[in-house]
């Protein structure tokens, strides 16, 4: 029977700020692409996307976008899908997601939507994420000190966007020093990066200069934690790895992206410092119908004003539209379960739902200052 309480009413209703995504696909992708994107770690694919639990999240709640009935068979589904347009399916799917503001990283992909195209095909707010690495490319490229150049335009790009965001995870991990390199150390590795041609920083040293770079701006700094592509040396992306970071940052917000399966030490890290959030996008997608478990643990140790939504969708506009779906469903049958075994009221359920929808990074990325 449906849930006709006002807290199903407040989750499928609430508008969500998704604080974490990327541009989806504007030319069709062919049946590999398609499902290789349903695949975040193998870089390699070869089997079934489908036959997994994102697979399975597609076909159950994505298919009646387009048209289908649910849990439709994978071939049905793929070629419904190819009879619109790229940009008919993200006007679908960004729309019927219910997200008011995105947060666009748009450090990765070069034919996905940027942010001003974003926010036309969803027909809502879209504000830019700046990848720190990227401005370190762009600041090898340019002439004179680096330093000075990374300075620069790091303050340039990010007078207009929300937030920066760091890939350390993918650059050799969190364990190790990550205090600030002094001036000659980056003046030195900066030569050395720039004579090997100064791109895809590795350099442990620049790395660390730019985080403390944006930590000194001042703007949240979102740092991918946990799962992702077999680049990313996931053992060494333990958020715990980063506690000297995070004792020696200032109150610099600092957005725990993923996590999975470090969430219940980022939660902690959220409950330990002022300045620490907790986000599980990405993960809610690949997990499906586990979502709501990994939900569940999101709600442990971490403060409920330190959680934020995000999907991390990139490429297909599903994953746009699915962060946001499985992420209502999830949390609806966790709070459900709080609510009706009476350890929570009704009304502290609603106020919940309303911080980790939007009012968390509607506070932490200032925009309210941009609504007005
Ligand atoms: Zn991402």
């Known amino acids: 029977m449906p849930d006709a309480s006002a807290l199903a009413r407040r989750i499928g209703e609430v508008a969500l700020i998704d604080q974490h995504v990327h541009g989806c696909w504007l030319q069709p992708p062919d049946r590999h692409r398609f499902e290789n994107a349903l695949n975040e770690a193998n870089t390699e694919l070869t089997d079934s996307g489908f036959d997994s639990q994102l697979g399975f999240a597609?076909?159950?709640?994505?298919?009646?976008?387009?048209?289908?009935?649910?849990h439709v068979d994978p071939h049905l589904y793929w070629e419904r899908r190819s009879e619109f347009s790229e940009s008919e399916l993200a006007e679908m799917f960004l729309r019927?997601?219910?997200v008011s503001d995105w947060?666009?990283?748009?450090?990765i992909g070069s034919d996905v939507a940027d942010v001003a195209k974003l926010s036309a095909l969803s027909a809502n707010r879209a504000y830019e994420v700046v990848r720190l690495e990227q401005v370190a490319e762009q600041a090898a490229q340019a002439p004179g000190d680096y330093a000075s150049a990374f300075g620069e335009i790091l303050h340039s790009r990010a007078a207009a966007a929300v937030a920066t965001k760091s890939i350390l995870a993918y650059?050799?991990?969190?364990?190790g020093d990550?205090?600030?390199?002094?001036?000659?150390?980056?003046?030195?590795?900066a030569g050395r990066w720039r004579d090997r041609g100064g791109t895809r920083l590795d350099d442990r040293i620049l790395l660390r200069f730019g985080l403390h770079e944006a930590l000194r701006l001042g703007k949240p700094l979102q740092l991918h934690v946990g799962f992702g592509d077999r680049d990313c040396d996931l053992h060494k992306t333990n958020p715990l790895y980063l506690l000297d970071l995070l004792r020696q940052s200032n109150d610099t917000p600092i957005v725990l992206l993923h996590c999975y399966p470090y969430e219940r030490e980022a939660g902690y890290l959220?409950?330990?410092?002022?300045?620490?959030?907790?986000?599980?996008?990405?993960?809610?997608?690949?997990?499906?119908?586990r979502g709501p478990a990994f939900i569940a643990r999101l709600l442990e140790m971490a403060p409920f004003r330190k959680i934020v939504y995000s999907s991390d969708g990139f490429g297909p506009a599903e994953l746009h539209f699915l962060g946001a779906q499985l992420w209502r469903n999830g949390i609806h049958r966790v709070l459900r379960g709080f609510v009706?075994?009476?350890?929570?009221?009704?009304a502290?359920?609603?106020r919940v739902v309303d911080l980790v929808a939007h009012e968390n990074s509607a506070r932490i990325y200032r925009l309210g200052d941009r609504w007005v």
């Open 58 to 70: 597609v076909r159950a709640h994505c298919a009646p976008i387009i048209g289908l009935a649910k």
């Open 96 to 98: 019927a997601a219910g």
């Open 103 to 107: 947060l666009v990283d748009t450090g």
């Open 171 to 175: 650059r050799g991990g969190f364990d």
């Open 178 to 189: 990550l205090s600030e390199p002094s001036a000659a150390q980056v003046c030195d590795a």
């Open 270 to 289: 959220a409950q330990a410092f002022n300045n620490v959030y907790l986000d599980g996008g990405l993960s809610v997608n690949y997990l499906g119908a």
């Open 340 to 346: 009706d075994n009476d350890d929570w009221s009704e």
């Open 348 to 350: 502290d359920a609603l």
